[in-house]
């Protein structure tokens, strides 16, 4: 698919898999707006794109555990006159400590970013997607949305919810041309682990490229797939689609093992 021309929003573009998102799609000629906390990620990736691949990046300071974040972005580019033909929700964290001794403004900032940032996007964008019958939306998941998480349990319930929602979504777009698509990694070599304290687990022993995940991800929204796992073995992929099977009890105990720290 010729993406020459598209621009497609992208959160968390600083750093990690967004930007490697960003320069996929900065290398198929697409314009960028990039939004992400870290003001000086933003003009350094801006510097690069531009200069390697002709195209125009325009970047967002913003605070996305802001309640009024995604509005913000929404309203700055219609004042801007900036049409957006992708919207990939990329953006979130995560955090490791048993439920009841993580404090409450640690996981409501999480749940900030990875629900209600993600979700108040697409609810923004999406209607102007549906009145030009165009547009794609890809939201950045993760395997841990499949399964039980003792240890990290908003982490794995806030992707659970965000599958969830792009699969329901999905569903509702049957007879558009607009599609929306879920990336499910599994642990990448981004600063996401360090931050998040998930590199200590044994779960995180085996890291993917970010590069190979955002081309994964970038793919399968380009198709319209209703979603990809990326960064796994076959293995570990049919050991997701055997979950449903496993005895509730015997995962959870496996999981939380699997989280304690090095």
């Known amino acids: 698919m010729n993406t020459s021309g598209k621009t497609a929003l992208i959160t968390g573009a600083a ?20 939004v992400d906390l870290n003001a000086e990620g933003l003009e350094a990736l801006k510097d690069e794109l531009e200069v390697n691949y002709n195209i125009e990046v325009y970047t967002i300071v913003k ?3 802001e309640l009024t974040a995604p509005k913000e972005i929404y ?7 900036i049409e957006v033909n992708y919207l990939i929700n990329n953006a979130g964290f995560g955090g490791v400590g048993n439920f009841h001794e993580r404090t409450w403004e640690q996981d409501l900032a999480m749940i900030q970013v990875d629900v209600v940032a993600l979700t108040g996007l697409t609810k923004f964008f999406m ?10 939306v890809l939201n950045v998941s993760s395997t841990v949305s499949l399964i039980p998480g003792p240890g990290q349990a908003v982490y794995f319930a806030s ?17 558009s041309n607009v599609t929306i698509t879920a990336l499910l990694p599994g642990p990448t070599q981004t600063g996401f682990g360090a931050h998040s304290g ?3 687990t044994s779960i995180y022993n085996k ?15 380009l198709e319209g797939e209703l979603e990809i796992i990326s960064g796994v073995s076959g293995m570990q992929k049919l050991e997701f689609k ?11 105990e496996k999981i939380r093992k699997g989280q304690e720290t090095n």
């Open 159 to 175: 992707k659970a919810f965000v599958t969830s929602l792009t699969r329901s979504i999905y569903g509702e777009l049957h007879d």
């Open 207 to 221: 890291t993917a490229s970010p590069a190979d995940v955002a081309k994964d991800g970038y793919e399968a929204m």
């Open 63 to 65: 605070n996305l555990t």
């Open 198 to 200: 998930m590199e200590k």
């Open 15 to 34: 750093g990690g898999i967004g930007r490697e998102f960003s320069r996929i799609h900065a290398e198929r000629g697409g314009d960028i707006v990039a």
């Open 75 to 81: 309203d700055e580019l219609k004042d801007q006159g």
């Open 127 to 136: 209607p102007d997607f549906i009145k030009r019958n165009e547009g794609k």
């Open 242 to 252: 055997l979950v449903p099977f496993v005895p509730k009890k015997k995962l959870i």
